[in-house]
């Protein structure tokens, strides 16, 4: 059995990926603020079982092709059967982004809820800048967490109790510090795009709002509501003095800490598949254009 993360992670991918965009919008994206209507070479970074290729190949001109790249075996193999059964043109490679080297040969260098995991994410930026040929764009589809956790709305229940945004806020900037790696890269990433060299920066915001409706189908409320607990909201909580004890390691006062315990506790307690929630997921989508001369 494989140790690496991702591998066991194939599942929440799967069933949380859709919660992102409405497919109308990536369409809208590829067709009127892209303009992509010639085929192009797309690599995308940490692909995963290959989300986004799935999604985009089918918008994207004939002879378009995919490749994807990502240090799980499992998730690469799990790509291979998905992508064996339909007929776009395909490579998947297994492999540690920060060790391989890519060669300069691609129209698109992509990457979706990747960069947030790096520990140098300016340098891995740069790697896909320089896999992209002349003229080529960047895009990064990356989350804002500070955003995405301003937008849960409920009813009878005060955002304020259950989502504390100055102390998430406080945690978020000290592990980003700490270890590199930043929940909140959506937001800086055009000023990264812009500071590497890109021109013609852009970035959007992801459209869709999910709304747990007590009106809804009932099937169709216990998927979403399913997919929002995997999303993390409401997440189950470990042994109260252990969580206070690791949220104070990762930079909050006791005090914080407790507070913050206590919000993710009511969250718990109060979010069921009953109750009215509007949830906005918030993810940066940052692209610019590359142009070495
Ligand atoms: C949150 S998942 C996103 C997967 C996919 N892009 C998606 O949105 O469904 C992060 C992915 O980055 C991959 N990853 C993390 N570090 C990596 C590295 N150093 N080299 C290659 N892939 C890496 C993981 O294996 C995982 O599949």
């Given at each position: 059995m494989s140790e690496y993360y991702w591998n066991s992670k194939i599942e929440y991918l799967r069933n949380t990926?859709?919660?992102?965009?409405n497919d109308d919008y990536l369409e809208f994206l590829v067709k009127n603020v892209w303009k992509i209507n010639a085929p192009v070479n797309i690599v995308d970074y940490g692909c995963g079982y290959g989300y986004l290729g799935l999604k985009l190949l089918p918008l994207l001109p004939d002879g378009s092709t995919y490749t994807g790249i990502d240090k799980g075996e499992d998730l690469i193999k799990e790509a291979r059967q998905i992508f064996d059964k339909l007929p776009h043109s395909v490579e998947l490679i297994q492999g540690d982004i920060e060790e391989i080297q890519v060669h300069r040969q691609y129209d698109i260098a992509l990457c979706h809820a990747f960069l947030l995991h790096m520990k140098s994410p300016r340098d891995i930026l740069q790697k896909m800048i320089d896999s992209v040929l002349d003229g080529g764009r960047v895009i990064c589809f990356e989350p804002h967490w500070i955003a995405n956790t301003a937008n849960y709305g409920f009813d009878g229940i005060q955002q304020s109790e259950v989502v504390r945004l100055g102390i998430l806020q406080k945690l978020y900037e000290a592990s980003a510090k700490d270890s590199g790696k930043d929940g909140n890269i959506g937001m800086r990433l055009p000023i990264l795009l812009s500071q590497l060299g890109l021109r013609n920066v852009g970035c959007r915001v992801s459209d869709k709002v999910n709304f747990l409706d007590q009106n809804m189908d009932a099937t169709e409320k216990v998927r979403l509501f399913q997919s929002l607990k995997e999303e993390g909201i409401g997440q189950e909580l470990e042994d109260p003095v252990k969580v206070v004890e690791q949220l104070v390691q990762r930079g909050l006062s006791v005090e914080e800490a407790q507070a913050q315990y206590a919000a993710e506790l009511k969250l718990l307690q109060e979010f069921d598949s009953d109750s009215w929630f509007t949830y906005a997921p918030n993810m940066k989508i940052s692209y610019g254009t590359v142009g070495r001369e």
């Open positions: 990926r859709w919660l992102y965009y």
